[in-house]
């Protein structure tokens, strides 16, 4: 069963209430809603601190490459609070992709105010303080001195200075009749190694900012005393290949031979697509990588010119509606030939400890767990494979929930800064500037957590995805994004004379999921019976409720 987390008009954490007596307790006025995600009520009166009592709850996180998986368990192996959070490493990777190419495209065109700053510049890379993450500049490494220039010179003009890819040496001088003349050499420097140690791709990184947000957020309401946290890594070479054992693990795919040898003897030097043999065959993507596709040997294929130039980057019915439903059955068979991508098993082994650090930064005692631990305890509760379900078997058998809400969290940040309340320099003679697009109308902002109520009573939550092209006079278009997995673009048209604000915006969006109920027939030991989290004894929450219920 869910609960709802209360907490005193000085905000201490109180024991968490079933939702039937936090609605009687906001219905009498003796409560408030504090925060709508997660649901908070705070209560109109202080508890004194001799008086607080609750039990020991654990977070339990099985952390995941797009979604994460997040419990709140009782001792009781009870779970009060269910959550899957979904990242999106994918969006910021796609954004750091289009920055760079822009800025790319700015160099190669041969604008002067773009210069190389790999070359020059230190990564900053993550580190974990007291207040959270923060990025720092990495520590050069010793010797790494292609950035400095000589600063002293003679008759040497400065532009020469500025290009870093040569620096200037001090040669003997020579003597001339009247005086010493100093003489310069220009020595071109060799590329040196960026200083990266402990970087940590920002894609990956966005996924532990993620769980630090919502690890601090329940802390903040929920009475936690202790973390959990399945600390998995997965075999990347067993994956692909269930037999392998021994030196097998040192000599890889392309033990022994190229790419391009390797790939004309699987595909036995005909097309992939057309079955071609004779001709001119090219390395082509399966995946294409404008799509997500990686390099690696099991995603490439040879194909001819034509089905290579014909194909492109179409995946899925855009490729069958272009080259018709035989080609794109063709690249289907080719694709479910390649292997499993190993993009989401990397993304995990590269940030688990990452996250174990973060959960650790909180002070609380946190307890790592494995794979095979958490499928053991699942299945002794019969419970189904889910992301929540997981997290709850991290650190005990959990119990068959008889009515469980399941709060789905997606990251949306805050937004770009071209589009949200950019103001655009003065357009210059031939260029058309985009019209700045509307971050803020009627006091309300991009991204918010609204309630949009039509004429005939149908009310709709969400956050508010835009603002619209309104007439002069009328009250501002919006259209707000609610939560609906099985529609396609699950968006609703109002204005703003419909809406009423719920909670500001904070970079993520809210749903909710009734929590699968098919158990299975659980194995012994049965739940009832299921070990606790800890063995400390049985704490007071009887206590607790009855301090609740003297106040309806």
């Known amino acids: 069963m869910s609960k709802v987390a209360v907490l005193d008009t000085n905000k201490n954490v109180l024991e968490p209430c079933h939702p039937a007596v936090a609605r009687r307790l906001l219905k009498r006025g003796e409560a408030a809603v504090l925060k709508r995600y997660p649901f908070t009520i705070i209560l109109q009166k202080a508890v004194p601190a001799d008086e607080i009592v609750t039990q020991a709850y654990t977070l339990s996180v099985d952390p995941g490459s797009k979604v994460t998986g997040l419990a709140i368990t009782t001792e009781d192996a009870e779970i009060v609070y269910a959550a899957e959070l979904h990242h999106r490493g994918a969006q910021v990777k796609k954004a750091l992709s289009d920055r760079a190419g822009f800025r790319r495209g700015r160099r190669t065109r041969n604008l002067r105010y773009r210069p190389a700053r790999w070359a020059n510049r230190a990564r900053k890379v993550p580190v974990l303080t007291d207040a959270g993450w923060t990025y720092q500049r990495a520590a050069k490494e010793e010797g790494n001195d292609a950035s400095k220039t000589q600063n002293t010179f003679n008759r040497v003009s400065w532009s020469q200075f500025r290009d870093k890819r040569y620096r200037w040496e001090r040669l003997p001088p020579t003597k001339t009749n009247r005086r010493q003349k100093q003489r310069w050499k220009r ?5 040196q190694k960026r200083a990266d140690n402990g970087w940590v791709a920002p894609s990956l990184m966005s996924r532990v900012f993620n769980l630090e947000t919502w690890t601090r957020r329940l802390c903040a309401v929920y009475p936690i005393t202790r973390l959990a946290i399945e600390t998995v890594k997965f075999d990347l070479q067993l994956m692909e290949d269930p037999d392998i054992h021994g030196i097998q693990y040192q000599q890889g795919t392309l033990h022994g031979r190229e790419i391009r040898e390797y790939l004309l003897e699987l595909t036995k030097r005909k097309c992939a697509y ?18 997500g596709g990686s390099s690696r040997p099991d995603n490439l294929t040879m194909a001819c010119r034509p089905c290579n130039e014909k194909k492109g980057n179409l995946v899925g019915e855009a490729l069958a509606a272009k080259c018709g439903e035989d080609f794109a059955k063709k690249v289907e068979a080719a694709k479910r030939k390649s292997t499993k991508r190993l993009t989401d098993a990397t993304a995990v082994n590269t940030i688990r400890w990452k996250i174990y650090e973060t959960l650790e930064a909180t002070g609380l005692d946190v307890r790592p767990g494995t794979g095979g631990k958490t499928a053991y305890h699942r299945n002794l509760a019969g419970l189904p494979k889910t992301h929540y379900y997981d997290a709850a078997s991290v650190a005990c058998i959990p119990k068959h929930p008889a009515q469980l ?3 789905v969290i997606q ?3 805050y937004g770009r800064r071209d589009n949200i309340g950019k103001k655009f320099s003065m357009k210059a003679p031939g260029f058309v500037l985009p019209s700045e697009k509307r971050a803020a109308s009627a006091g309300f902002r991009k991204f918010s957590h609204v309630e949009l109520t039509k004429a005939n009573g149908t009310k709709w939550r969400g956050v508010l995805n835009c603002f619209d092209k309104t007439p002069k006079g009328k009250p501002r278009k919006v259209r707000v994004k609610y939560f609906a997995p099985d529609v396609k673009d699950p968006r609703k048209s109002g204005h703003t004379g419909e809406l009423r604000l719920l909670q500001h915006r904070d970079g993520y969006s809210y749903g909710n999921l009734v929590a699968n109920m098919e158990f299975r027939e659980p194995k012994t030991p049965a739940p009832e019976t299921a070990q606790p989290c800890t063995d400390t ?6 206590a607790q409720l009855d301090f609740l219920s003297h106040l309806l």
């Open 274 to 291: 057309c079955g071609k043999n004779k001709v001119r065959l090219e390395v082509e993507h399966i995946i294409p990588k404008a799509r």
């Open 537 to 542: 004894g049985d704490a007071m929450m009887g």
């Open 187 to 191: 020595v071109r420097v060799e590329h």
């Open 411 to 413: 990251a949306i940040g």
């Open 405 to 407: 809400s399941v709060q």
